[in-house]
Every structure is written in structure tokens, then in C-alpha cells.
């Protein structure tokens, strides 16, 4: 079994920045792909990044592109979701996923092994 715990959500105005962070058990973590996800009021949820185990491959949606960045710190078990010049559009709540084998599945997203609870964002205009 493996536990993700996300922190780092909160309230920002247009133009800033947020860090999340994604803690995860179990000692086999290192060899997991992790992935951010965001689901916003009455819709799905969606895709952000991924980054495999090595953090060799990493992907985004292309809404973030140049905006986010993930990084994962394997010796910590801790995934990162920087977030730079945030949009109201990115408001969402936020979801660590993990999957044991492959990669992330972007579609569907339930097809993901592990999550989180969520972390709220809230980006004012």
C-alpha cells in the first residue's frame, strides 16, 4: 500500500507562485512514476505533469508549459509541483498520483495505481 500526502495549496493573486509537495510511503517509491492532477468545479480531472523514476522523462500538459515544473527527490520520497505565474484558470484542486508500472496514464485518469487527497489551489484575478 502506498500513502501520498499533498501540501503547498492555498490562495494566490494572478502572477505568483505556489510549491506542492507530494510525501509518499513505501520504501519501493523510487521506482514509481509520479504525476500531478487538477480537477476544477464540475469538471473532469485533468493532466498536469509526470515524471518517471528517474526523473529522465518528464511531460506536461501544454497549458502549463513554461509555467510548471515537477522534480522529484527520491532520497525524501517527495514529488514537487512548482507553479509559477499562476492563471485564475489554474484553479483546481490539485492530486499526487502514483503509478507502479509504466507510465502515468493521462486517459483515463482513474486507471492511476495510488492518490492523493488533494490540495486546493486558488488563483484570484
Known amino acids: 500500500q502506498v500513502l501520498l500526502v499533498e501540501s503547498g495549496g492555498g490562495l494566490v493573486q494572478a502572477g505568483g507562485s505556489l510549491r506542492l509537495s507530494c510525501a509518499a510511503s513505501?520504501?519501493?517509491?523510487?521506482?514509481?512514476?509520479m504525476g500531478w492532477f487538477r480537477q476544477a468545479p464540475g469538471k473532469e480531472r485533468e493532466f498536469v505533469a509526470a515524471?518517471?523514476?528517474?526523473?529522465?522523462?518528464?511531460y506536461y500538459v501544454d497549458s502549463v508549459l513554461g509555467r510548471f515544473t515537477i522534480s522529484r527527490d527520491n532520497a525524501k520520497n517527495t514529488v514537487y509541483l512548482q507553479m509559477n505565474s499562476l492563471k485564475p484558470e489554474d484553479t483546481a484542486v490539485y492530486y499526487c498520483?502514483?503509478?507502479?508500472?509504466?507510465?502515468?496514464?493521462?486517459?483515463?485518469?482513474?486507471?492511476?495505481?495510488?492518490w492523493g487527497q488533494g490540495t486546493q489551489v486558488t488563483v484570484s484575478s
Open positions: 498520483a502514483a503509478k507502479i508500472k509504466g507510465d502515468i496514464t493521462i486517459n483515463p485518469w482513474y486507471e492511476n495505481d495510488y
Open positions: 513505501g520504501r519501493t517509491f523510487t521506482s514509481y512514476t
Open positions: 515524471i518517471a523514476w528517474s526523473g529522465g522523462k518528464i
